[in-house]
């Protein structure tokens, strides 16, 4: 594995739509044989533990249950910061290691300055409630793990905010999932400063577990 990537056990995003909503709203189905238990809702998302993924299966586009980070522990890999590095390009190539993660917000880190270490700060999208970031996933053990896909924020050398998710539009999310590599590579552009809204927009909501094994 390329020795470049991002190890964050403090990464943290939310999401506020239950499992059947975003089925509803993705228009997908609820897979079945989710690798990592079964939740209806899964509202504070943190390295280590499970979030939703939409990905390519069998029987179509569906929704699963996977582990945030691949690899295991403190050095688990949760982030990394482009799709040119080999051994995730290797990855990326098949569209059926592809995902997308649903999110209400989730955090950036910070550029560290002098007298400063680097920092996490909220974000969320004005204009998308739930919005998605790109994802690669493969098996790890008896479970599925993800890793979130970053791209330059390309806001300036002084930009406070270095790197962030490749947040994937509307149009561009089947694009994601299905096409060749070469079609996905331009959709790693930095989402424009004037759609962020930096902060957290409401608090978690908590995981409930379902009633199905």
Known sequence: MDPIFRTMTGDRATLDRTAEALCRDFAIAWSAGASWGTWTQLGDLRAG??????????????LDTQRW????????????????????????????????????????????????????AWFAL???????????????????????????????????????????????????LHGAMQDIAALGRPCPPERLRIGLPRPAAPIVHSSQG
């Open 49 to 62: 533990h499970p979030a939703f993924v939409i990905r390519h299966t069998p029987e179509g586009t569906g």
């Open 69 to 120: 980070g691949i690899g295991e522990g403190p050095d688990a890999t949760t982030r990394i910061p482009s799709l040119a590095l080999p051994w995730w390009r290797r990855l990326a190539e098949r569209p059926a290691q592809r995902c997308l993660i649903p999110l209400t917000a989730a955090t950036l880190t910070a550029r560290a300055r002098p007298g400063r270490d680097r920092r996490a």
């Open 126 to 176: 004005a204009d998308e409630p739930v919005f998605t970031v790109a994802g690669l996933w493969r098996e790890s053990g008896d479970a599925r793990c993800f890793v979130m896909v970053e791209c330059g924020a390309d806001h300036g050398a002084d930009a406070l905010f270095p790197t962030m998710p490749m947040i994937v539009a509307v149009p561009d999310r089947e694009r994601w």
